[in-house]
């Protein structure tokens, strides 16, 4: 053998070094492993809050379609007075407060007759 011929081989690796090469890429799967997980868990945490937003939505469009279905009973209102009614009214109170029907006409500029 010359020289130029051991120059060209590879040197030979141990059994301790081939089997640190292995640990190494070990080491590397496992931490893409671990990180693939980490990416896992943020996707179904993000996704769960979506779910639970649309649940939200369901739930108030399903109040509003029950409200739409089942309404409330409408409130009276008063009847409107007339303007001879609400003049009548005045009238009634000016005397339970003890104004004669002269009085309120003097006090209106009016002539009362009869």
């Known amino acids: 053998m010359s020289?130029?011929?051991?120059?060209?081989?590879?040197?030979?690796?141990s059994v301790a070094e081939r089997a640190a090469d292995f640990d190494a890429k070990i080491e590397a799967v496992s931490n893409s492993i671990t990180?693939?997980?980490?990416?896992?868990q943020a996707a179904m945490s993000s996704y769960d809050k979506k779910i639970a937003a649309a649940q939200d939505?369901?739930?108030s469009l399903e109040s509003k379609?029950?409200?739409?279905?089942a309404p409330k009973p409408k409130t009276k209102r008063k009847?409107?007075?007339?303007?001879?009614?609400?003049?009548?009214d005045i009238m009634k109170q000016a005397q339970k407060?003890?104004?004669?029907p002269q009085?309120?006409?003097?006090?209106?500029?009016?002539?009362?007759?009869g």
């Open 35 to 40: 990180e693939l997980k980490a990416k896992k």
């Open 65 to 69: 379609k029950a409200a739409i279905l």
């Open 3 to 13: 020289t130029s011929e051991t120059d060209k081989k590879r040197p030979r690796r």
């Open 57 to 59: 939505r369901i739930k």
């Open 103 to 113: 009085e309120i006409a003097e006090r209106l500029g009016l002539p009362l007759e």
């Open 97 to 100: 407060a003890g104004m004669k």
């Open 79 to 88: 009847p409107r007075k007339t303007k001879k009614q609400m003049i009548q």
